[in-house]
């Protein structure tokens, strides 16, 4: 009860926010269009605190997943939705389809999670997120890679703990909630750095029929 009030009051405000800008692109274009570079900055901010209040409350309130047959392509959708995408970033998912035996809503905060994480690993330079979805025997396979930074090789088994953060913005709360969330789902998640740059989340969720 505790969190969900704190979480209301946070959240007010920044859909305040949220709603004047939108009121001002609307009614003050050419205002907008002059101070671009000011506007994205807000927008980006306010973004970054509905995540981060998404986080805390992830990791604070552990609810059991309330799992239904959702189609992966509905959940990539909703999961888009949260994101301004910088100019600098490309998209690409996966044209494959079919059903995921989850909670839509905590698998979505989980895949937003990780879209999250890799806009923060490829910054300003040029860049690509790709999300894939495949149906393999006994589980369901998702993976969001990026060209980014990487984690250093020092640190990824530590990514999943409470608290570790590589970013001076992070709660090092994120990734622990996905995981909590997956394994909730009898799941698992992994991380590893590319070769050629860059780092690729793996989660295996395994179908209804084989729990």
């Not at 970054?48 to 047959?69: C, T, Y």
């Not at 590589?166 to 969330?181: A, F, M, R």
């Amino acid at each position: 009860e505790l969190s969900s009030r704190v979480t209301h009051d946070l959240r007010n405000p920044l859909n305040s926010l949220k709603m004047a800008i939108e009121i001002l692109k609307t009614k003050k274009p050419e205002m907008i269009k002059e101070n671009q570079e000011y506007f994205d900055m807000m927008q980006h901010a306010v973004l970054r605190m509905n995540h981060q209040i998404d986080e805390v409350l992830g990791f604070i309130k552990k609810s059991p997943p309330k799992r239904a047959n959702v189609k992966f392509s509905e959940i990539i959708s909703k999961s888009l939705e949260s994101f301004q995408f910088p100019k600098n970033i490309k998209i690409s998912v996966s044209e494959n389809d079919g059903m995921i035996w989850c909670d839509k809503n905590q698998l979505q905060n989980v895949i937003v999670n990780l879209i999250s994480n890799s806009i923060h690993a490829i910054g300003k330079k040029d860049g690509k997120i790709i999300i894939n979805f495949q149906k393999e025997k006994k589980f369901d396979k998702i993976t969001v890679e990026d060209n980014g930074d990487g984690i250093p090789d020092d640190s990824l088994d530590a990514i999943f703990e409470p608290l570790f953060t590589t970013k001076q913005t992070g709660t090092g709360l994120g990734l622990v909630s996905c995981k909590n969330t997956v394994e909730a789902h009898k799941g698992e998640i992994s991380a590893k750095n590319l070769p050629t740059g860059g780092v690729i989340f793996t989660i295996l969720l395994p179908k209804a029929d084989v729990e």
